[in-house]
């Protein structure tokens, strides 16, 4: 049995006769931690690493196409908790464009406990998740947009661990419940 482990950049060049059932970790391109950790069977022990490689990239594709085209809104932080990922249902929610990389926790303009007391930003539901991590799922929170309209949700911050279980981040489903409110 092989032991050897390889960190595989877009300029990795391995042996055509690497075999998958080797310990394989993926750095570099960000799309394809996410099919990675959405625990998706991408690999048999037979493939060898081109096979691997272009399922990965094929698998990540897809992936980052569903989440950025759902009707759910989504973001991801790194385990500092700066965003690095959301979707465009995300964006319409928020009524703004975070800046990834340098919004931290939450891309919404501001943020209130559901009695409408302002909520500082690093005791929102995703900064208690990377900070204690642990999901703080089913929250209540209300966000105002830049237009000061605002927007009642549930969210559903959980945090997100590599495969020797590190905490590396954590994505959040925001629910719209304003209708309900109303």
């Known amino acids: 049995k092989r032991t050897r482990e390889y960190r595989i950049t877009s300029t990795t060049t391995l042996p055509k006769d690497t075999l998958a059932s080797e310990k394989i970790s993926i750095i570099g391109k960000e799309a394809l931690r996410y099919s990675v950790y959405l625990g998706v069977k991408l690999i048999t022990k037979s493939d060898t690493m081109t096979e691997v490689l272009n399922n990965l990239t094929n698998t990540a594709?897809?992936?980052?196409e569903l989440f950025y085209t759902?009707?759910?809104a989504i973001y991801t932080c790194d385990q500092n908790g700066y965003i690095n990922f959301y979707n465009k249902s995300a964006t319409v929610l928020w009524g703004r464009i975070p800046e990834v990389g340098k919004d931290l926790?939450?891309?919404s303009w501001k943020i209130y406990y559901p009695d409408g007391k302002p909520m500082a930003l690093d005791e929102c539901p995703m900064a208690l998740t990377l900070k204690q991590g642990k999901a703080y799922e089913g929250r209540e929170i209300v966000i105002e947009r830049p237009d000061h309209s605002?927007?009642?949700l549930l969210v559903y911050p959980r945090p997100l661990f590599d495969s020797e279980n590190n905490m590396i981040g954590a994505h959040n489903t925001l629910v719209d419940i304003s209708e309900?409110?109303?």
């Open 105 to 107: 926790w939450c891309g």
């Open 150 to 152: 605002f927007r009642y």
């Open 70 to 72: 759902s009707p759910i």
């Open 61 to 64: 594709q897809y992936f980052v």
């Open 180 to 182: 309900q409110k109303s």
